[in-house]
């Protein structure tokens, strides 16, 4: 076998050895996991219960009404979102019958729509078509769970007395789990209508679990607030026909989707990928740099660099290094994406499902080629650096000296870089930084998602490969002149002065 | 065939001149003693013959080629800073040094485990490095060197660091191995040990050749000197440069009439010409040793340094 890929496989296997290379590789997947495992445990709460009494008898069926129609304004926005999502086009949707109201995506639903999607079977008809039309691999339309489910009075609750008896009643009722259609649920709101509501300074009674839900409050308010107003108009003479048709009326409002690729959401989907390979760069690149850095540092700590060099030429040796920790740096991220993948295709969840549309945006034979070549190059452009440290160290607190300005370096643009392509993938910061070879890898990397034009590409990569061969060239003589010296190397006049002999 | 010959050889680093114009040949066979204190320039003269090193000026050949055009497994090297891969087992780290010299793993592994059976390791084989005494760390170094029975054995002062048995142990491989017919050349400033081993030395100072030749040729670069018990005074004799009475002014006196004399030779001044000049002149003599110079003296003579004694190095 050759001299450098016995050099390689040998650094390959020591680093592979070690505890840290295994706590790293687990890193990404216990991260996906927990982030997994966090988004079930922070989901909302799974709705409350409601008990509305209303001792006039006017208000109860309206508030009722308001729940149903929330419930389904939100179910036609789930349905829009996911339609959307999966691609599902619109015309098929349309003629199945169901689809009409929110084939075209969320928007505001009117109490038109509503009825109209009830009128044309409802939820359960949306999902029937839905499971028809989904393309292969899109996970089931999960209808939202109802958040506020109104229930009769529970047993021991007082409903005669007045409001009063009715709080002092609801008090230890709200502790406890009460049965409702979708299952036990605990009583987040009572409400109570006194008999003589209406009457000036008599107001209706709102009793909740400690949990302000001022939307669920406003909802129920507005429905009594439309009666009391109708009774009013009523009151000074308005046709009960025309106030009908005044309430009906809702302030025409249209949305308008923002431009392919234009807006925020999708400038992040598109990036966020590629960012992310930017970001596993620089991850792997870090760790498996300071683990070359640890070998060399030991392996010059140990004195038996010199038995090495009797066998192989310090060039060997260098490349060797390179080749291992490329190695490394391929099994760590490649594992990374594997599970990455396996986790977007197989698993449900915030991240899998952002995952799986952020895929589509490197699928193309072309980005794929790009990323893997900055992502190779990156790689070899800062390893040598980490390389360079690791030649004119006696031990990693000499090391330090040269590793923190380095980490930096690498870190804080990177960090600029993510943010600037989050904001405008085209802005000039990343373009620029797309030229300076060390910080290319990671700006290209992050703005492929979003398109840049093939003469950057070529250019820039053309650059860092360039780049990468001078580097080669300082860091052969770097090697061969400072890995048997010991001490102080003398600042970075005496280290150019090495690299040049 | 010269093994290693260097030609008006310089090394500098910056402002010290560590190797000055070296000039020698090492011919095939036998083993070549390579002394001179420590910082005389022995280590930088190896790693330039082994191509860690680039001389700054002259040129070198080894067994027959410029160094860099590597001999593969015809050169075997024990640098005198030692260490191993702390994760590796001893059978792996020689196999491992094996393969970087061109062996098959196959051939590099039966090589490594009958060395490590030579070495009394055979047991340790499979044990990390990290886990082996030091002694046996340095023989599985050693065995490293030599997995592929190379034609040059190189050793820069192989006995730096070892006990005495281990010491005795390593002498008797390299006579073994010089007896195979490989070229040995080894560094070192402990000069019982190139006295004991050694067919050929050479000597440097400050990065300079001071003598190469046999051990007989460096004996005669000092004048021979004797030991003599007589009744009369010997500085009359021919040859004689000096004589000094050693039981004199210690209140003894000649004893019986005879008296203990420390002679030295004239330069080119010969012990057995003096004998022959003694008997001829009825010289009365009672004692006629001839006191054999050791490397030492000899070092001390021509380099005017001291090099380190035995107690140091095993210290």
Same mark, same amino acid.
């Given at each position: 076998?050759?001299?450098?890929?016995?050099?390689?496989?040998?650094?390959?296997?020591?680093?592979?050895?070690?505890?840290?290379?295994?706590?790293?590789?687990?890193?990404?997947?216990?991260?996906?996991?927990?982030?997994?495992?966090?988004?079930?445990?922070?989901?909302?709460?799974?709705?409350?219960?409601?008990?509305?009494?209303?001792?006039?008898?006017?208000?109860?069926?309206?508030?009722?009404?308001?729940?149903?129609?929330?419930?389904?304004?939100?179910?036609?926005?789930?349905?829009?979102?996911?339609?959307?999502?999966?691609?599902?086009?619109?015309?098929?949707?349309?003629?199945?019958?169901?689809?009409?109201?929110?084939?075209?995506?969320?928007?505001?639903?009117?109490?038109?729509?509503?009825?109209?999607?009830?009128?044309?079977?409802?939820?359960?008809?949306?999902?029937?078509?839905?499971?028809?039309?989904?393309?292969?691999?899109?996970?089931?339309?999960?209808?939202?769970?109802?958040?506020?489910?109104?229930?009769?009075?529970?047993?021991?609750?007082?409903?005669?007395?007045?409001?009063?008896?009715?709080?002092?009643?609801?008090?230890?009722?709200?502790?406890?789990?009460?049965?409702?259609?979708?299952?036990?649920?605990?009583?987040?709101?009572?409400?109570?209508?006194?008999?003589?509501?209406?009457?000036?300074?008599?107001?209706?009674?709102?009793?909740?679990?400690?949990?302000?839900?001022?939307?669920?409050?406003?909802?129920?308010?507005?429905?009594?607030?439309?009666?009391?107003?109708?009774?009013?108009?009523?009151?000074?003479?308005?046709?009960?026909?025309?106030?009908?048709?005044?309430?009906?009326?809702?302030?025409?409002?249209?949305?308008?989707?923002?431009?392919?690729?234009?807006?925020?959401?999708?400038?992040?989907?598109?990036?966020?990928?590629?960012?992310?390979?930017?970001?596993?760069?620089?991850?792997?690149?870090?760790?498996?740099?300071?683990?070359?850095?640890?070998?060399?540092?030991?392996?010059?700590?140990?004195?038996?660099?010199?038995?090495?060099?009797?066998?192989?030429?310090?060039?060997?040796?260098?490349?060797?290094?390179?080749?291992?920790?490329?190695?490394?740096?391929?099994?760590?991220?490649?594992?990374?994406?594997?599970?990455?993948?396996?986790?977007?295709?197989?698993?449900?969840?915030?991240?899998?499902?952002?995952?799986?549309?952020?895929?589509?945006?490197?699928?193309?034979?072309?980005?794929?080629?790009?990323?893997?070549?900055?992502?190779?190059?990156?790689?070899?452009?800062?390893?040598?650096?980490?390389?360079?440290?690791?030649?004119?160290?006696?031990?990693?607190?000499?090391?330090?000296?040269?590793?923190?300005?380095?980490?930096?370096?690498?870190?804080?643009?990177?960090?600029?870089?993510?943010?600037?392509?989050?904001?405008?993938?085209?802005?000039?910061?990343?373009?620029?930084?797309?030229?300076?070879?060390?910080?290319?890898?990671?700006?290209?990397?992050?703005?492929?998602?979003?398109?840049?034009?093939?003469?950057?590409?070529?250019?820039?990569?053309?650059?860092?490969?360039?780049?990468?061969?001078?580097?080669?060239?300082?860091?052969?003589?770097?090697?061969?002149?400072?890995?048997?010296?010991?001490?102080?190397?003398?600042?970075?006049?005496?280290?150019?002065?090495?690299?040049?002999? | 065939?010269?093994?290693?010959?260097?030609?008006?050889?310089?090394?500098?680093?910056?402002?010290?001149? /560590?190797?000055?114009?070296?000039?020698?040949?090492?011919?095939?066979?036998?083993?070549?003693?390579?002394?001179?204190?420590?910082?005389?320039?022995?280590?930088?003269?190896?790693?330039?013959?082994?191509?860690?090193?680039?001389?700054?000026?002259?040129?070198?050949?080894?067994?027959?080629?410029?160094?860099?055009?590597?001999?593969?497994?015809?050169?075997?090297?024990?640098?005198?800073?030692?260490?191993?891969?702390?994760?590796?087992?001893?059978?792996?780290?020689?196999?491992?040094?094996?393969?970087?010299?061109?062996?098959?793993?196959?051939?590099?592994?039966?090589?490594?485990?009958?060395?490590?059976?030579?070495?009394?390791?055979?047991?340790?084989?499979?044990?990390?490095?990290?886990?082996?005494?030091?002694?046996?760390?340095?023989?599985?170094?050693?065995?490293?060197?030599?997995?592929?029975?190379?034609?040059?054995?190189?050793?820069?002062?192989?006995?730096?660091?070892?006990?005495?048995?281990?010491?005795?142990?390593?002498?008797?491989?390299?006579?073994?191995?010089?007896?195979?017919?490989?070229?040995?050349?080894?560094?070192?400033?402990?000069?019982?040990?190139?006295?004991?081993?050694?067919?050929?030395?050479?000597?440097?100072?400050?990065?300079?050749?001071?003598?190469?030749?046999?051990?007989?040729? /460096?004996?005669?670069?000092?004048?021979?000197?004797?030991?003599?018990?007589?009744?009369?005074?010997?500085?009359?004799?021919?040859?004689?440069?000096?004589?000094?009475?050693?039981?004199?002014?210690?209140?003894?006196?000649?004893?019986?009439?005879?008296?203990?004399?420390?002679?030295?030779?004239?330069?080119?001044?010969?012990?057995?010409?003096?004998?022959?000049?003694?008997?001829?002149?009825?010289?009365?003599?009672?004692?006629?040793?001839?006191?054999?110079?050791?490397?030492?003296?000899?070092?001390?003579?021509?380099?005017?340094?001291?090099?380190?004694?035995?107690?140091?190095?095993?210290?």
């Amino acid at each position: 076998m050759n001299a450098k890929l016995l050099v390689a496989l040998r650094e390959f296997r020591q680093i592979i050895s070690t505890r840290s290379f295994w706590l790293t590789m687990l890193l990404m997947p216990a991260a996906i996991l927990i982030s997994q495992i966090s988004t079930r445990l922070i989901q909302p709460p799974p709705g409350i219960a409601v008990v509305v009494v209303d001792a006039t008898g006017r208000y109860q069926a309206a508030i009722q009404q308001r729940f149903t129609f929330d419930r389904d304004q939100e179910a036609l926005s789930d349905l829009g979102e996911y339609a959307q999502k999966w691609k599902i086009p619109p015309q098929s949707l349309r003629s199945e019958g169901a689809g009409d109201v929110w084939a075209d995506g969320p928007r505001l639903f009117t109490p038109a729509d509503v009825a109209a999607f009830e009128a044309a079977g409802g939820l359960k008809a949306a999902q029937a078509e839905l499971a028809r039309l989904k393309p292969a691999g899109a996970p089931d339309f999960k209808p939202p769970k109802p958040g506020v489910i109104p229930v009769p009075p529970p047993a021991g609750l007082v409903t005669d007395k007045g409001p009063d008896a009715f709080g002092q009643s609801l008090a230890p009722q709200l502790k406890r789990d009460v049965p409702t259609p979708v299952g036990p649920r605990k009583i987040g709101l009572g409400v109570y209508i006194p008999a003589d509501y209406g009457a000036p300074k008599v107001a209706a009674r709102f009793f909740t679990d400690g949990t302000p839900r001022p939307m669920l409050v406003d909802s129920v308010r507005q429905e009594l607030t439309a009666i009391q107003r109708a009774d009013a108009l009523k009151a000074s003479g308005i046709d009960p026909a025309a106030l009908a048709r005044i309430q009906a009326v809702r302030a025409p409002i249209t949305f308008r989707a923002p431009p392919e690729g234009g807006s925020r959401e999708r400038v992040i989907l598109h990036s966020a990928l590629p960012l992310a390979l930017a970001y596993l760069l620089l991850l792997a690149i870090m760790m498996s740099g300071s683990w070359m850095l640890q070998g060399l540092i030991e392996e010059r700590s140990n004195r038996l660099l010199e038995s090495v060099l009797a066998c192989v030429t310090p060039d060997d040796l260098l490349f060797g290094k390179l080749i291992g920790v490329l190695g490394v740096g391929l099994v760590m991220v490649g594992a990374w994406m594997i599970f990455a993948i396996g986790v977007a295709f197989s698993m449900q969840g915030a991240i899998a499902d952002f995952l799986r549309p952020a895929l589509e945006s490197v699928s193309s034979p072309g980005v794929i080629a790009a990323l893997l070549y900055y992502f190779l190059a990156g790689y070899l452009a800062i390893s040598i650096l980490f390389l360079a440290v690791g030649a004119v160290s006696d031990s990693m607190r000499d090391a330090q000296a040269y590793l923190t300005p380095l980490i930096l370096l690498i870190t804080i643009p990177f960090v600029i870089i993510a943010q600037s392509v989050l904001l405008n993938p085209d802005g000039p910061l990343p373009r620029i930084l797309s030229w300076v070879p060390i910080y290319a890898p990671f700006a290209m990397m992050a703005r492929l998602g979003g398109g840049v034009p093939t003469w950057e590409i070529v250019g820039s990569g053309v650059l860092l490969a360039a780049f990468i061969g001078v580097e080669m060239v300082f860091i052969s003589r770097l090697f061969r002149s400072s890995l048997l010296q010991s001490g102080q190397t003398g600042g970075l006049k005496a280290l150019l002065r090495r690299a040049r002999a | 065939m010269a093994v290693l010959a260097l030609d008006r050889v310089t090394k500098r680093f910056d402002a010290f001149t /560590a190797v000055d114009e070296l000039s020698f040949d090492v011919p095939e066979g036998g083993i070549f003693g390579f002394l001179g204190a420590n910082g005389a320039g022995k280590t930088t003269t190896l790693r330039m013959a082994l191509d860690i090193l680039r001389p700054t000026s002259g040129t070198l050949e080894v067994l027959g080629r410029p160094p860099g055009q590597r001999g593969g497994g015809e050169i075997g090297f024990l640098p005198e800073e030692r260490g191993l891969y702390r994760q590796m087992t001893a059978v792996e780290t020689v196999v491992y040094f094996g393969r970087l010299k061109g062996m098959t793993a196959r051939d590099a592994e039966a090589s490594a485990r009958s060395l490590l059976d030579r070495f009394g390791l055979a047991a340790a084989a499979a044990r990390k490095v990290e886990q082996l005494s030091k002694g046996m760390a340095q023989k599985v170094q050693l065995a490293a060197a030599l997995v592929t029975s190379p034609r040059l054995i190189i050793l820069d002062e192989p006995f730096t660091g070892l006990d005495p048995v281990n010491q005795a142990v390593l002498e008797e491989l390299v006579l073994e191995r010089a007896r195979a017919g490989a070229t040995v050349i080894f560094s070192t400033h402990v000069m019982q040990h190139a006295e004991r081993l050694c067919d050929r030395l050479l000597l440097v100072a400050r990065g300079r050749k001071v003598f190469q030749g046999d051990q007989d040729a /460096a004996r005669a670069e000092l004048p021979t000197r004797l030991t003599l018990t007589a009744r009369d005074d010997p500085r009359s004799l021919p040859g004689v440069k000096s004589a000094e009475a050693l039981n004199a002014g210690k209140g003894g006196g000649p004893r019986d009439g005879w008296t203990d004399w420390a002679i030295a030779l004239a330069p080119g001044g010969d012990a057995g010409a003096l004998l022959e000049a003694c008997t001829s002149r009825g010289f009365a003599l009672r004692r006629f040793d001839i006191h054999r110079a050791s490397l030492h003296e000899i070092f001390l003579h021509l380099v005017g340094e001291a090099p380190a004694q035995p107690a140091e190095v095993a210290a």
